[in-house]
Nanobody, 119 residues
């Protein structure tokens, strides 16, 4: 079992930056591919970014490509989402999730952290 705790959310002006962190419990963090998802009020949850167990392979939603960077530090059991050039439409609750390789579904989810981008 893995427990995930997000942090780093907050209020930022459009064009600004934030870095989200996802701290994982347990000793098997390196066996999990990690993803970031977000959900805005009244909208469905959407994929933001993912990273492989080694960190060598990343994937991004088109809406954040070139602005967000996902990374991980297996020694610290932590995944990150660096967000730059933030837009008002990035406002959402951001969740990290873990997927035990080679499963294709995310098994563990964090509670989420609020990101609000003001104009």
């Amino acid at each position: 079992q893995v427990q995930l705790v997000e942090s780093g959310g907050g209020l930022v002006q459009a064009g600004g930056s934030l870095r989200l962190s996802c701290a994982a419990s347990g000793r098997t963090f390196r066996n999990y591919a990690m993803g970031w998802f977000r959900q805005a009020p009244g909208k469905e949850r959407e994929f933001v970014a993912s990273i492989s167990t080694s960190g060598m392979i990343t994937s991004y939603a088109d809406s954040v490509k070139g602005r967000f960077t996902i990374s991980r530090d297996n020694g610290k059991n932590t995944a990150y989402l660096q967000m730059s050039s933030l837009k008002t439409e990035d406002t959402a609750v951001y969740h990290c999730a873990g997927r035990r390789v080679p499963r294709t579904t995310y098994d563990f989810w964090g509670q989420g952290t609020q990101v609000t981008v003001s104009s």
